[in-house]
């Protein structure tokens, strides 16, 4: 069973930066995993915010957050980050990491049905 634990959320003010970490622990490294972050706004749906495949060599973000976030992995670590800058009051939500056990699929799939390992979220909040 893999767990994973969010870290990193906060209040920060439009235009400023949080780094989210997601620590994974079980039985296979996380190296066997794709990694999802999502969020969840305030009546809202969660939606997929940025993915990475297992070999870290292809990333999926959301239009929302194009050349803003920043997705990556440290297997090592058995960490996954997400960069988040230019924040903006609509990046307020709590923000979900998920794992799917995946070696083969190369390309990173932000589809929230395909995950079925899910942290407890971080909440992010961006105001003045």
């Known amino acids: 069973q893999l767990q994973l634990v969010e870290s990193g959320g906060g209040l920060v003010q439009p235009g400023g930066s949080l780094r989210l970490s997601c620590a994974a622990s079980?039985?296979?490294?996380?190296?066997?995993?794709?990694i999802g972050w999502f969020r969840q706004a305030p009546g809202k749906e969660r939606e997929g915010v940025s993915c990475?495949?297992?070999?870290?060599?292809?990333?999926n973000y959301a239009d929302s957050v194009k050349g803003r976030f920043t997705i990556s992995r440290d297997n090592a670590k058995n960490t996954v980050y997400l960069q988040m800058n230019s924040l903006k009051p609509e990046d307020t939500a709590i923000y979900y990491c998920?794992?799917?056990?995946?070696?083969?699929?190369?390309?990173?799939?932000?589809?929230?049905?395909?995950?079925?390992?899910w942290g407890q979220g971080t909440q992010v909040t961006v105001s003045s």
């Open positions: 998920a794992a799917v056990l995946d070696i083969t699929t190369v390309q990173a799939i932000c589809v929230e049905r395909r995950y079925d390992y």
């Open positions: 079980g039985f296979f490294a996380l190296d066997y995993y794709a």
């Open positions: 990475i495949s297992s070999s870290g060599g292809s990333t």
